[in-house]
Nanobody
Framework: QLQLVESGGGLVQAGGSLRLSCAASGRASSNYGSYTMAWFRQAPGKEREFAATVKWRGGSTYYADSVKGRFTISRDNSKDTVYLQMNSLKPEDTALYYC????WGAGGTGSNEYDYWGQGTQVTVLS
């Protein structure tokens, strides 16, 4: 099993920045480098949507158009942690942000492609 715990959310003014972290633990974390990681978000009253992913091999990344150029996903396999650096935040970025993982495979954009999920961290952007 792989447990994921997000942190770093908070309240920020529009145009500001936040850095989210997601730390993995559990028996499966010894194989953390084999997991493709992703960030999703869910705003009130809306469906969960894909934000960014970083592949298990090679570390290639892919972003939703809504965050491209503003958000950066990265991973540190020595710390079993994935990050989401969010710059130029907008009120529409307000959501509960979830970290997710899947063993191997390409980084997909569908939530049903990921097997492990954290509890989420709230990001609120004030206008």
């Amino acid at each position: 099993q792989l447990q994921l715990v997000e942190s770093g959310g908070g309240l920020v003014q529009a145009g500001g920045s936040l850095r989210l972290s997601c730390a993995a633990s559990g028996r499966a974390s010894s194989n953390y480098g084999s997991y493709t990681m992703a960030w999703f978000r869910q705003a009130p009253g809306k469906e969960r949507e894909f934000a960014a992913t970083v592949k298990w091999r090679g570390g290639s990344t892919y972003y939703a158009d809504s965050v491209k150029g503003r958000f950066t996903i990265s991973r540190d396999n020595s710390k079993d942690t994935v990050y989401l650096q969010m710059n130029s935040l907008k009120p529409e970025d307000t959501a509960l942000y979830y970290c997710s993982a899947r063993l191997w495979g390409a980084g997909g954009t569908g939530s049903n492609e990921y097997d492990y999920w954290g509890q989420g961290t709230q990001v609120t952007v004030l206008s």
